[in-house]
């Protein structure tokens, strides 16, 4: 639902528990539904309470306006979240907030049927694109496949700054020997939102490709989200 640009505090300096009923968030939401409430009010009711002279409905709208939108607030840190600019947002209430985006990043990412084997880069895409896209630093996953390509486990490798040190073949094959995994794809995100692989990609790519076809696990793929867009390295002619 659309915000206004500019943020006033409320008029109202009480706990939201003692405003008029059809003013409180929680009890809109219960009256008419979730979908009837706007960004700011969803985020009051997992801020819960304010802080001073703010309420919690003030405090979502000071964080809409920081952010300009909910899907940029959503790939921040706890760490990023309870900053001093936002008083009021400590470690209690960052936790729950970012427990609340996870969560809508794992259901916008979970397929229908989570059992369906994997064809496609496109299907890599659609099913991470969500969880990776909006995050504030770069994560490294490998997906670990069965014979029929059916995705049997995955796993964060590395959080931060790609480079050959952190994603050593050693790491990145250890899960899919345990698993006995057929294939993997490699996943990583570029916050940036530039969907081209860098030098550094390449040549990560390259060194674990080589490695599992000496440990007999073939690297089907290494797939970089950005963005709603991606980029495939088997596509590209770069496996």
């Not at 996870?102 to 969500?130: C, F, H, M, Q, W």
């Not at 480079?163 to 993997?184: C, D, K, Q």
């Not at 080589?210 to 596509?235: L, P, Q, R």
Request: some cysteine; aromatic content about 4%.
């Amino acid at each position: 639902m659309k915000e206004s640009s500019s943020y006033e505090p409320s008029a109202h300096y009480t706990p939201m528990n003692k405003w008029p009923e059809d003013e409180r968030p929680r009890e809109k939401l219960m009256k008419h539904g979730a979908a009837s409430l706007s960004d700011s009010e969803l985020l009051a009711i997992l801020i819960n309470t304010g802080s001073g002279k703010l309420s919690a409905l003030d405090l979502a709208k000071k964080l809409l306006r920081e952010y300009r939108s909910l899907r940029n607030l959503s790939g921040l840190s706890v760490a990023d979240l309870k900053q001093q600019k936002f008083k009021g947002i400590g470690k209690v209430k960052a936790a729950k907030l970012a427990a609340a985006f996870e969560i809508a990043r794992r259901l916008a990412s979970a397929p229908k049927d989570d059992t369906a084997p994997i064809r496609t880069p496109n299907d890599v895409a659609r099913r991470y694109g969500a969880q990776l896209r909006d995050l504030q630093q770069e994560v490294f996953m490998v997906l670990c496949l069965s014979s029929s390509n059916k995705i049997i486990q995955e796993r964060t490798i590395t959080k931060g700054l790609l480079n050959s040190s952190l994603t050593h073949p050693r790491e990145v094959f250890r899960e899919a020997i345990l698993e006995n995994a057929a294939s993997v794809i490699l996943l990583h995100n570029h916050p940036s939102g530039n969907k081209e692989p860098s030098r550094e990609d390449i040549q990560i790519t390259k060194q674990l490709v080589e490695a599992g076809k000496i440990i007999g696990i073939e690297v089907h793929d290494h797939i970089i989200i950005a963005g709603d867009d991606y980029t495939s390295m088997m596509e590209r002619g770069l496996i």
